[in-house]
């Protein structure tokens, strides 16, 4: 029976390490074992998985994580807490232990051959600062990764779902939308962590789309990139850079079917793919 970490635990690991959480490294630990079986449940991860989690931090998803039979690779940047994880693991679920992997390394910077097995799924309380690229790097890395269970900051959550025609919708709502359809499906408050930080979380689910792209991605990502860099001027004008010239960015745009007029918060995934299509 694996035991999971309530405030009491959090603050006694935390003390024994002399863990100074910091901002940098978004170290917010959750303290609430509801939230962590919450996470699990809409995870819908189970002995079949190998989840890929990053930032365990003291362990509390993790051990929520080992409960249902996964096996766990957890990858912390922060040693104290990576060397401290297995005991953890062996203290609080002695018969799960073996089936975790502690891998102590930047998370943007983890290779497939970095793992002992190819991960089926991405389930993390995310370090806010990185949370976007490190899920576009790990799908970018890891095709096996086939769904992800996110804990972010709520904006980031509605900016990760967000639709074509919405205020909100940017960079990481299209380049997601290329591998996949991400959902915000709760949310969480501030109070089940500690430190407590100072904005609302929120969890998004993703599935990955088995896509039929010809696309290159780094071409569809310059011209994401250079879409939403000047998100107020008409897409003629700011795809001009990328393009070479505003007559060249018109003509890649006619090509491919859109109104130069246009803005890039207008256009879904596709009409993009044809933008990069049409300049190759
Ligand atoms: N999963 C734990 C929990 O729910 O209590 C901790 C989550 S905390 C929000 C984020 C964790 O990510 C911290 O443990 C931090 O040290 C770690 N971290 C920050 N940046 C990282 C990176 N680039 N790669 C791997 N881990 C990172």
Redesign the pocket.
Known sequence: MTELLGPAEIRGLAAELDVRPTKK???????DPNT?RRIVELAGVGADDVVL??????????LGLLAPGCRVVA????PK?AARLPRTAAERAPEAAERLTVIG????KIKAEDLPAEPTALV?????N?AVP?VLQLLAELPSLQRALV?VQTEVADRMAAQPGSRIYGVPSVKLAWYGRAKKVAAVPRAV?WPVPNVDSALVSFERAQLESTVDRKTLFAVVDAAFSQRRKTLRAALATWAGSAERAGEILTKAGVDPKTRGEQLDVRAFEQIALAAS
């Open positions: 490294l978004g170290q917010n630990f959750v303290h962590v989690e990053v930032g365990p931090g003291l362990g509390s998803l993790t990858i912390e940047i922060d807490l390394q930047d998370a943007l993390a309380n995310l370090p806010y990185v490190v804990m962590f």
